[in-house]
């Protein structure tokens, strides 16, 4: 019976967490509520996979902008599971696999999960899994029905999977791929819009003193804030650089903020 | 003759029975007078396959919204049939498979059933077998080939086979891909839209006491429904998560149907 | 010379006339004077190709709507001729085939009719084999072109070849194919729009009595026809199966006659 | 020198001349004054290969409407030549053949040729050999790009040349596929278009004894005439069918080639 | 050092000049000044590549309506440079070669070029080397890749090559394929446009005598002239045919130089 | 830890300096203060990567005409950085490569900067790598993709990488490519557009004395400049030929400096 087979998956299966671990390489950083939320609507989808025995798949689609945070928080919401297989399917792992290498190493990972009682399963970047660009467009279509099936695939008689997947892609390219009725549940992770959350990563990464901060703080009044948190540590240690000169920094910092908006962010 | 050629055919043809099953994983719950007038429909065509020797062939397409229950009906029909031959030709078991070995794969299932003298096969979910995407439109057109041809191809001398298809296809995708043509009847499953089916679903499964789906059922009063059972049913295991407290179990019901309207279900 | 040569063929060249009367399953009804016109005018032209050596090949394309009766007239036509060899290319023998193994196949069909002194050589459902679908439009070109040199290609010396092709293709599909000047004879095979022709089918196939057939046909009455012999017969063997009950089989017969004008036709 | 390698090429370079005979079934009938023109401006360009030491390579393209006899014309001024090697590119002796084997062949026809002091080389049929299809439009480019060379491709020292190539293009797919400036010389061979033609042609076929003919040139009086070669001894023999009766044969004859206007002539 | 180098290079590099001379079939006749610019504006890049180590690459291409005269002029340009490795890539010595094998052929011309101090390499017809038709348009990119980074890849130090190619695309077409900043010069090589230089041509070639010229001349007056010397020189030698008829002649020359304005310069 | 990890680095990694040289083939001349800020921003961002332990991968694309100097000037960052490893991905050393060679070439770059504990890996001109034609637009989509991966992929623990690409991609074809968002820093590289550029370039190259360079520069003025310092470079080198003369010198000069305005610099 299932709390039977449970006990019965090796530890081995748990050999992912060092690559989940990679994905979190800054720590997550909780500069608004909603972080928080987010963090909590993955727990509850990992409770519902562990107790309804109607619902052994559960699909989850985590999208929003560039660098707004999704692989970091997918892989926290993986590793907090707890559960005994946690698996992360990358692009970052198959750069040079043939279309068919991509297609067999995916399908490995799910037939694998089906052994397990409870298993995750991480998606990351499913625009990069799909070859995808915009140009065209072009992508892998055999690489999309395998995972249109995949993610709709229940799995056999008492074993449960979470699905968390990650995705720039917005509604119309979702729409586009026949991706839109494909998960159970979606979550957007947006971008840093909050001057406060900006304040909350400044003190966090120790960039400036309290004045400093304040400083900046009080020159970014006003300005329209859209950044995605990845970004934004980039240009903290990009602003570390120019030690000697605190004034200099807090202005480089402002400044760059601000050309971020125009989508250059360092020199044009 | 016919009598006696039925009784040589080895009861090992019926093997597809598991699978079937596995998609009909929550039972067919009669929520409406439409699930009944699809189930006796099936009814008579697999008579007609039995009794009319001119109509050897009878194919019957079911078509309609994602996860209105399309699988589940087709499943159900093949297995009331009692024919000998009953075998399911789905995408889920051909993830990783070359156009070829698809090709192969789906013309063996005919070529055996050619050899029973009662048959039936499900051809599930035509769209991922055809690999289609949208965007483009790609798919396979080997595939769709051998398919408007199976569909056609009368079964030999004594032979006879019944055709169970489904799609999410809408009339101008079949169109466009000559299998308007193709059926000799269709059959369509629509996504639930009564109030009343939606409170026989909830009365099945127990998610509340009669209170709760009393007042679940005033909150949804004049709200448009449109939704699928598969979905349906999804979002009741969801909400059985929040076990503590039964007011928010209510309300998360509710807005949840409600949300569905606009596509996104849970967080956005 | 001709006839010594005629009489050194083997009778075992006639071997695709079993194939053949596969397509004749439900024999041919005279329903209409204009089948018999069909039949007269397929008479002349196995006797030009019989009796003038100024054109030793003579190519025919029956054309018309899907399930109209091209492919059971081509049979029927081939089979009528007594040429020593006669021969059926079909899609529904090359199911998975690759587009080389087609070619050649269809290659030889041709080569080997050059062995007799008289030939005809059906080719069934020109569309299919080239794999044609209006979407793109995708086809298969080397078919094509395959096709369009065999079908102007005159045999050796004192060899003389009638070529039947059948198609739901129409004039412009026909145009883009370089098919228009292909052929030199064309016949047009029309749907059933007569009610006499309907009543003719209804009285030949016995599903009704005498007052039936009268209600039936008073009810169809001004009702515009359109509709495949095919799927005539297929209505008809449907409706035979309410045994039962005489007064709901007509008016069932009578609904789907109508309802296949909005082409469903069972459930909608 | 020159008239020395003439004397050693040996005969058998000749043997394409079977199939270039074959290519003029049922002989050149003369039936307009533009035929004569035609063969003579054949006859000026082979004497230019011949004596010309600056122009050792001309090529001309026979071009005009289906079936109005570029492949026949093009035969007899190759076999009227008298040289020594004297060979045939035609579509119907490489069906089957895979693009690179179409390619290496017509090839080694050039380089063959380019070991003959004088030589002919008839390409019959350019559409055929790229797998022309005015549907994309599709076609090979790779053997469009080979011709496209071997037309310009100077033989080598006291080697001499004569291209005639035979088509079915229009000026605007004669641009499109960059062959405008690849001929140095283009003969239009046009339809059938003055009823004396007709007359010719029926006097020559004897179809008609003087009076059925007189008959058969005055109901066609006033009606305009466009009608290959091809096509009209073809409907000549249909019309030879119905023996017994002269008025009928009259009649059909005529109501034949009124109906060719609308480009069907049988039965629609 | 760089004159001992030179020294070391075997005259056996020089091997293309037959090649280059069947390129000049007809010699180059100086019908107009621009002929001279051309020729010495070609001696100027010569002497650059020979002198300036500063630019050890000098990349030109010599472009024009088809016929102009651009392979015989680059032909003769590099053979006047006296370089010891001077090389011609034509699409006539690759018939039927693979896109791979043209490329490596490509490939091997420039890698052999850089061993020689000083190098030519004459590219000619680009089109046809990239397997260029405007219908589509269709090429082969990894051909066209390659010529793009050869065209601008610095030989080795100490070496020094000049690029002469030769194409009838005009600037659109260069542009559409990356080529317009590949090149360090451009030489335009142009129609005849001028009655004088037909004059000279006709004088060069002896066709006609003293009156004759003068008569073809006046009767050109006021013609507008735009024909390729190419055209011109075939032209003059069909007309030479009509040896006896010396008024015949001069009509047929003058018809055909008219004709050739509208393209069409024989019979239509 | 870190500093004895850098010590074990064989100075082998260093190789590709050589080729690095050679893509400055004619130094750098600092013609006006943009040159010099792009070399400054190099260098910090040299810096970043060195301190920095929060951002071990930073990646820069140096953006601009064709011509401008993006090559030079990024070799030149990559020598100044000291890393130990130091490596050129150019298309130059690629010509004839499979895109599967490419590929597994680009990768093993990187897979081998991931063992050196600081790495510059200068990417050249990714338009070339990526076969790219503004027609069509075609490109290689899996070198794409390669490249969309590793630009952003984090190398291991203890290791940093700082990429340096260069292109001539606007900011259309990046964003169609999904190139926008995959670099942390652009840097762009101008034509010379100020006459006292050009004047300094002409002091460095010594082609005028003072009175010739003064000339040039009144002639010039008002002259609306925009020109790639590689073009320049070419020519003075052209000009230098007419050594006898010096006023014509000048004037050629000034004329091709004036011509290039209308993109063909020579003859036309
Ligand atoms: N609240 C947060 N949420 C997510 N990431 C955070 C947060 N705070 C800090 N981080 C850090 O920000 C970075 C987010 O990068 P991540 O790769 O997850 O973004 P992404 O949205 O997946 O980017 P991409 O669109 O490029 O895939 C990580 O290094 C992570 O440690
Ligand atoms: N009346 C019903 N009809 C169909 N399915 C029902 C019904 N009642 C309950 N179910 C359950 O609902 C689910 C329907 O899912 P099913 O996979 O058949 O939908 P579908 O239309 O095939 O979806 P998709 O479009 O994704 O292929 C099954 O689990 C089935 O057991
Ligand atoms: N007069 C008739 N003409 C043709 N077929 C007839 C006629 N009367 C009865 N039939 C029956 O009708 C059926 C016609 O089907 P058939 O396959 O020939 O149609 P089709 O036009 O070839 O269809 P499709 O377009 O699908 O190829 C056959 O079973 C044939 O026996
Ligand atoms: N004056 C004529 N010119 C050409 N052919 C003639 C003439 N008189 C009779 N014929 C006959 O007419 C037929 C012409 O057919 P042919 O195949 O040459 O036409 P075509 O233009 O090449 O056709 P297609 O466009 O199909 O290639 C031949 O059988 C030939 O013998
Ligand atoms: N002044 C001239 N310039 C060039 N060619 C000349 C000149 N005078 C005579 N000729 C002759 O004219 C012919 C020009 O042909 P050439 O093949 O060089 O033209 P092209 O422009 O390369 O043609 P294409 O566009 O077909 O490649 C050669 O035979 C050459 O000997
Ligand atoms: N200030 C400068 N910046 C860059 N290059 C310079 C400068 N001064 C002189 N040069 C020289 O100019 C040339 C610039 O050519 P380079 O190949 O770098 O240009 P590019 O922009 O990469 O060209 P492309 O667009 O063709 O790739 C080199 O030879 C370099 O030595
Ligand atoms: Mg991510
Ligand atoms: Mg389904
Ligand atoms: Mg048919
Ligand atoms: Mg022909
Ligand atoms: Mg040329
Ligand atoms: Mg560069």
Chains 1, 2, 3, 4, 5, 6 share one sequence.
């Not at 006990?7 to 909603?34: R, T």
């Not at 989808?45 to 798949?57: A, F, I, Y």
């Not at 298993?119 to 970047?125: E, K, T």
Request: glycine share 4%; charged share 25%.
């Amino acid at each position: 019976d299932f709390v039977e087979a449970l006990k019965e998956v090796h530890p081995a299966f748990g050999i992912s967490e060092e690559e989940l671990n990679q994905c979190v390489h800054n720590e997550i950083i909780k500069f608004s509520d909603n972080i928080g939320k987010i963090i909590s609507d993955g727990k509850l989808l990992v409770d519902q996979v562990k107790q309804s025995s109607r619902t052994p798949l559960v699909s989850v689609l985590l999208h929003g902008p560039p660098g707004s945070g999704k692989t970091a928080l997918a892989a926290t919401m993986a590793m907090s599971s707890e559960f005994p297989f946690i698996k992360l399917i990358s692009p970052e792992n198959m750069v040079g696999y043939s279309e068919t290498a991509k297609m067999s190493m995916i399908h490995k990972v799910f037939n694998d999960s089906y052994k397990s009682p409870l298993s995750v399963i991480v998606v990351d970047n499913i625009e990069r899994l799909l070859n995808w660009v915009e140009l065209g467009p072009r992508f892998s279509n055999p690489i999309l029905q395998t995972l249109l099936v995949l993610f709709k695939k229940r799995p056999p008689k008492d074993r449960r999977l979470l699905i968390l997947a990650t995705t720039n892609f917005g509604q119309s390219e979702l729409k586009d791929l026949s991706m839109s009725d494909c998960f159970n549940s979606k979550i957007y992770v947006p971008n840093v819009s909050e001057l406060d959350s900006v304040n909350h990563v400044l003190e966090e990464l120790k960039l400036f003193n309290d004045d400093e901060r304040k400083q900046a703080k009080s020159e970014l009044e006003g300005v329209e804030l859209n950044i995605g948190i990845k970004k934004l540590l980039m240009i903290i240690e990009m602003c570390r650089q120019d030690a000697e000169n605190s004034e200099n920094r807090v202005k480089k910092f402002v400044d760059t903020i601000k050309a971020n908006n125009t989508s250059e962010f360092i020199n044009n």
